[in-house]
């Protein structure tokens, strides 16, 4: 099983564009959206909702009120300010804990006389098994302020593997999380194939960098696709010397086009109905990265025989 993950070094690059065509072209892929802090791949699959599950991860203080005592003690405690209360001195008013800024740790639990806090399991979000026009979709929404969004990550591509292997589908086509931090590690570890979109502007050169260092240290293919990039092609030149410098492979270029947003607008993809322009130009990168993939297949291929003699 192979999968492609399409990752960016800054948001709105046009990542989940091309990755839904990528979802249409592709043969019987299964799906898996990481970018659970403003997942937006649903808007252009509309997806059907088969299974939703409920997403806990770390723990957030509930103080009882007819258990607490009034002490301040967890008030004096919490260097977080999570702990208000409605008058600030010990033994006035009623205590109680803001969840928005509570960060789990405990030290109020700890120090609590009469126990009189909870520490349940946080809700921080949800994630679903949905069915789309191009096949299963695992995706999922981080809750307001929630963390953990690395853990979610790494829960959605693991089911999205569990479907794919149900269903005997060879690729998971991964829409990953902008920037470098922790989602972006979760969704990459792993990976078959990586996909870099970056577009021709300061800010999508600088963070462009910032992503291929990422990947070398984790030692992933890397190809690189730079979109729009006719709004300045000295720019996109430089982007993609620089890039086969780092060890990545160019693999296309996707001009501007007003059909981009259009094909939003009516929740479909953009290769969907279109031939030219744009849709014509991912068509093509869409041959550069299947034919990675069929590379890596064989590569792995050849390992697992290789491991098999050594045995």
């Given at each position: 099983m192979q999968?492609?993950v ?6 709105g690059?046009?990542?989940t564009?091309v ?6 072209l592709?043969?019987r892929?299964?799906i898996?959206?990481c ?10 699959l509309s997806?059907r909702?088969?299974?939703?599950h ?7 203080a ?7 005592i009034?002490c ?8 977080f300010?999570?702990v ?6 010990a033994?006035g008013?009623?205590f ?13 639990v700890r120090?609590?006389?009469a ?6 399991e ?9 069915e789309?026009r191009?096949?299963?979709?695992v ?6 302020a929630?963390?953990?969004s ?8 693991r ?12 690729l ?9 931090g922790?989602?972006v ?17 300061v ?5 462009l960098?910032?992503?291929?260092r990422l990947t ?6 890397v190809?690189?696709?730079v979109?729009k990039?006719d709004?300045n ?5 430089r982007?993609?010397a ?5 060890g990545a ?10 059909a ?16 030219q ?5 991912i ?5 550069q ?22 045995i």
């Amino acid at each position: 099983m192979q999968e492609l993950v399409v990752i960016s070094g800054k948001g709105g690059t046009g990542k989940t564009s091309v990755t839904a065509s990528f979802a249409v072209l592709a043969s019987r892929p299964a799906i898996a959206d990481c970018d659970v802090d403003a997942a937006d791949l649903h808007l252009i699959l509309s997806p059907r909702t088969v299974a939703r599950h409920e997403f806990r991860c770390g723990h957030q203080a509930v103080i009882r009120p007819d258990a607490c005592i009034r002490c301040g003690n967890c008030l004096a405690s919490c260097r977080f300010q999570a702990v208000k209360a409605t008058h600030q001195t010990a033994g006035g008013g009623a205590f109680w804990i803001d969840p928005m800024a509570c960060e789990g740790c405990g030290v109020c639990v700890r120090f609590c006389p009469a126990k009189a806090i909870d520490f349940p399991e946080r809700l921080c979000g949800e994630w679903r098994v949905s069915e789309t026009r191009c096949g299963p979709m695992v995706h999922a929404r981080l809750g307001v302020a929630a963390e953990n969004s690395g853990k979610l990550v790494s829960l959605v591509r693991r089911e999205a593997r569990r479907v794919a292997e149900e269903q005997q589908r060879s690729l998971i086509i991964v829409d990953g999380p902008p920037g470098i931090g922790c989602p972006v590690i979760a969704s990459l570890t792993g990976a078959s194939l990586v996909l870099v979109v970056t577009e021709p502007t300061v800010a999508g050169e600088h963070d462009l960098e910032r992503v291929l260092r990422l990947t070398r240290h984790f030692q992933l293919p890397v190809l690189l696709c730079v979109n729009k990039w006719d709004i300045n092609p000295e720019l996109a030149g430089r982007i993609e010397a620089r890039a086969r410098e780092a060890g990545a492979q160019v693999a296309g270029r996707i001009r501007y086009d007003r059909a981009v947003p259009l094909a939003q607008m009516r929740e479909q993809a953009v290769v969907e109905g279109q031939t030219q322009g744009s849709a014509h130009d991912i068509r093509e990168l869409w041959e550069q990265v299947r034919s990675s993939i069929q590379r890596c297949v064989i590569f792995f291929a050849i390992l697992a025989c290789l491991a098999r003699e050594i045995i």
